[in-house]
Structures are given as structure tokens and as C-alpha cells.
């Protein structure tokens, strides 16, 4: 394909980021039900006018490692439904427009892999058409109704932002990464929308760890690439071994569990800014400091009495700053574990965090 049509191609991606920005600003269901799918419908038989000798970018580079990554990402998939159970499919139930919902899905992902092929060539020189792809590219499948009409909601923005559009951006790199290297990542793709489209059950995933297997699952993906170029340090694998253990540290997956402390009701214990990691108990007794949730909080005081009625047991908890006890009385099934030990002033981000958006998670 000559420069001359190539250089027609990008004001019309500019027009249609422009036109779906008002469009989803001031006609959201308009542009998100037809204008978005006619849109990558028409320009997907564009790029095949222009373009005749592939349908589908299919030819690449590298064929057994894409079919490694394709048997991984089933292997994880599958992986979480075991960790974190299961939910029904929201595509999926009683949808009876999902082939066209996949299609809607499909399109786009064809669009963007296919001008990924077209307008940036194997080892590639130009730095700032490499960045320009990587960050522009993404920004045509993000879903501006729903931030258009969430902005303002704090804590919702942030969900999206941290599980959708960091995870996009990590997986653009990845895929731009590919592609210097003459690896066509659309099989891949297409994969990974089968798997959350096409089947009636996914797995029950938190947003926090949706958006954390986002950014880690391509950096994971980026380190096995088989690069003649790339020398496999020691450091990389260090790298990864280290970056899985704190994913399952901070998702709860390990023996000790953390959680940070945003009072200073257990001043003499841990303060304000502490992280305090927790576990299971065999038995619980008075003086014991235990991580429980009450009335939608998660709360780390001492029990200061246990009483039993009808064969059941239950926990009077006080924080020991706190002139008085706790309102309610605390049952086995609302304990989370027993405190072992903290660590001094690291949990400050997650304070700040929780503070902008408005977490009900207290000490």
C-alpha cells in the first residue's frame, strides 16, 4: 500500500474519534448502537479494498508461541473460574442478539489489528509512529458513553480506568511489541473475546483483580516472547516471580492477608497508615486483635469479651483507644482472621486512595 493512501487513513481515524467523542457526549445511544458498529463495519471492507491480498491479518511470525499464549490465556481463564468461582455471563443470558454482539466486538478488533499491520512495518524505525499507534489505537474501542456519563462518580471512573483502560493500553504495547517483530496478535485477540462472549459463565472476578491480571498477564506475555534480540536476563524472572507473589499478597491468595489501617483506634498497637497482615485462627480468645466486617466495613479491634447464647458465640470488640465498645456484637462467620503483625507507614497510598473515593473500609 502506497504512503499516499496510508496518509488517508489517518485523518479518518481522527474524524471518527472526534464525531464518537460528541456523539457519545450528546447522543449516547445513537453513536454506541450504530454508529460505532457501522463505522468498523464500513471501514473493515475499506481496509479490504485497499488492501486485497489478506481478508483477515492472519500471516505471522512465531505461530507455535501464538498458540502457546492461546492455550495460557484458556489455562488462566479456566484457573480463575477455580479461585474465584462462577457468575453468569451477563452477554451471554438471554441475549438473543448475541452473534451480533459478537460481531459488534469482533469488528473492531479486526480493524485495529489490521491497521496496526498496515501502517507500521517490521522493525519498525520510526519511534514516533510505534507511539503514536500504541496510544492512539486504543482510544477507538473505549466505551466514551458509559465515561461520559460516569466521570464524575469517583470510585465508578476509577474501576474503569484501573480494569478497563489500563489493561488496554498494557495490551496495545504488548501487541505493538508483536508487531515489530512480525507477530499478528488478532488470533490471540480473538481468543480472549470468545472466552468472555461466548460462553454462559465467567469467572466471578473482583474489579481490582480483573484490572491487576490486565496490566500483569501482557508483561507476562511481553517476557516469554521468543526475541532473537531480547537476552533473557536473570532479572526478568525475578521479575515476574516477584511481581506474582504481591499480585497474590494484595489479592488475598497467600496465608497472610494485608489490609490497611486508616484510624488510630489501636494506637498502641498500629496506626494511621500501617499495614496490618492477618490470617486464619484455630480459636479465638479475650485480648485477641481480630479483622472483621460489620455493617458493610472491615474493622481490626481486640475482643474484650466473648459471650455464648443458644450454642452460638458471640465477640464484644473495642478498639483501645475508643472510650466504649463496639455497637454490635461481632459472630464467627463476620471474623476474617486474627492479627500476627504490621508493617510501619506503607499503607499511606491505599489511605489516599480510599479517601478520594470514599471507601468505607475503617480501623
Not at 108 to 119: A, D, G, S, T, V
Not at 192 to 214: A, K, Q
Not at 327 to 342: K, P, W
Request: glycine share 4%; aromatic share 18%.
Amino acid at each position: 500500500m502506497n504512503t499516499a493512501i496510508k496518509n488517508k487513513i489517518y485523518p479518518i481515524l481522527f474524524l471518527f474519534l472526534f464525531t464518537f467523542l460528541l456523539g457519545s457526549k450528546y447522543y449516547p445511544n445513537l453513536t454506541i448502537e450504530i454508529l460505532k458498529p457501522i463505522f468498523f463495519f464500513v471501514f473493515f471492507f475499506y481496509l479490504l479494498y485497499i488492501q486485497k491480498r489478506n481478508f483477515i491479518p492472519l500471516k505471522t511470525k512465531n505461530k507455535s508461541y501464538l498458540l502457546f499464549l492461546i492455550l495460557l490465556s484458556i489455562t488462566l481463564y479456566s484457573l480463575f473460574f477455580l479461585l474465584f468461582g462462577v457468575a453468569k455471563n451477563p452477554y451471554f443470558l438471554k441475549n438473543k442478539w448475541l452473534l451480533f454482539r459478537f460481531l459488534e466486538n469482533l469488528f473492531p478488533i479486526l480493524c485495529i489489528e489490521k491497521l496496526r499491520c498496515l501502517l507500521m512495518k517490521e522493525k519498525e524505525t520510526n519511534k514516533k509512529k510505534i507511539l503514536f499507534l500504541t496510544l492512539f489505537l486504543p482510544l477507538l474501542e473505549l466505551n466514551y458513553t458509559w465515561i461520559f456519563a460516569n466521570i464524575w462518580d469517583k470510585k465508578e471512573f476509577f474501576h474503569y480506568f484501573s480494569a478497563i483502560i489500563l489493561s488496554q493500553y498494557a495490551t496495545s504495547f504488548l501487541l505493538t511489541y508483536f508487531r515489530y517483530h512480525g507477530t499478528n496478535g488478532v488470533v490471540l485477540r480473538i481468543t480472549i473475546l470468545i472466552l468472555s462472549r461466548l460462553i454462559p459463565i465467567i469467572p466471578n472476578i473482583h474489579w481490582f483483580i480483573e484490572g491487576t491480571m490486565g496490566l500483569f498477564i501482557p508483561f507476562l506475555y511481553y517476557v516469554l516472547f521468543p526475541s532473537p534480540r531480547q537476552k533473557k536476563e536473570k532479572m526478568t524472572y525475578y521479575g515476574i516471580g516477584i511481581s506474582l507473589l504481591l499480585i497474590f499478597f494484595m489479592l488475598g491468595l497467600l496465608p497472610l492477608k494485608p489490609i490497611a489501617i486508616v484510624s488510630n483506634s489501636m494506637a498502641n498497637v498500629f496506626s494511621k497508615g500501617d499495614i496490618v497482615l492477618y490470617s486464619n485462627y484455630q480459636s479465638l480468645h479475650v485480648n485477641d486483635i481480630i479483622v472483621f466486617q460489620s455493617q458493610n466495613k472491615i474493622m481490626v479491634h481486640r475482643i474484650v469479651n466473648i459471650k455464648e447464647q443458644n450454642e452460638k458465640k458471640y465477640y464484644q470488640t473495642k478498639g483501645d483507644q475508643n472510650k466504649t465498645t463496639d455497637n454490635v456484637l461481632i459472630t464467627e462467620e463476620q471474623i476474617l482472621g486474627v492479627y500476627r503483625f504490621h508493617i510501619k507507614y506503607i499503607g499511606y497510598p491505599a489511605i489516599v486512595f480510599q479517601n478520594f473515593l470514599e471507601s468505607e473500609v475503617s480501623s
